[in-house]
């Protein structure tokens, strides 16, 4: 009984599927996951810097309105157009012999207001919130009788910055403690 051989192109056939097979499996194992994380990294990077340029647009907020606001277009056009920031930002403070500016530059090595709006990543606003107090005083005149009710809003006294794709958080809507403080410093 002789047996006869398998062609040729059959041995070729297999080999180059082995060949194929080894390829897709070194980019799904090896290159994608490298890639992912290097992505993630990038991502954590770039949106911490959006978020510390917006913890810094907050404090000359706060040290011109005396509260905090939680519209970031609000935010963003007070630092395009305003000339107490724009003076900030283009200023330079001898003292120390260093611009005054308080923003650092992205990953592309330059500082961009309108980046501020969006994370990197999902594109998706930042969440901002301020923290909101309501004290309410009766007054009543000398016979007991309620005279009116007096109710005094404050906002903006402390914010609340958070990115949606989990990079971090800036303040706290109750503790004083943690104003202008980041989760990841």
Request: glycine letters at 4%.
């Amino acid at each position: 009984m002789t047996s006869k051989p398998e062609p040729w192109y059959i041995h070729a056939a297999l080999y180059t599927v082995i060949v194929i097979l080894i390829v897709v499996l070194v980019k799904v194992a090896i290159i994608d996951p490298n890639e992912i994380v290097q992505s993630e990294k990038f991502f954590k990077k770039e949106s911490r810097l959006r978020m510390s340029d917006i913890k810094q647009a907050e404090i000359l907020w706060e040290q011109q309105h005396k509260s905090f606001t939680d519209n970031l277009d609000t935010l963003i056009n007070f630092i395009k157009y305003d000339p107490k920031v724009q003076e900030v930002i283009n200023g330079f403070d001898s003292t120390i012999q260093r611009s005054s500016n308080p923003f650092v530059v992205l990953s592309n090595g330059e500082f961009t207001p309108d980046s501020l709006l969006r994370t990197p990543k999902s594109w998706s606003n930042y969440i901002l919130q301020i923290d909101t107090s309501v004290s309410i005083d009766t007054v009543t005149n000398r016979y007991g009788r309620i005279k009116r009710v007096d109710t005094t809003i404050v906002l903006g006294k402390r914010y609340f910055l958070k990115d949606p794709d989990g990079y971090g958080t800036i303040g706290s809507l109750y503790d004083d403690a943690l104003k202008n403080t980041a989760s990841w410093e």
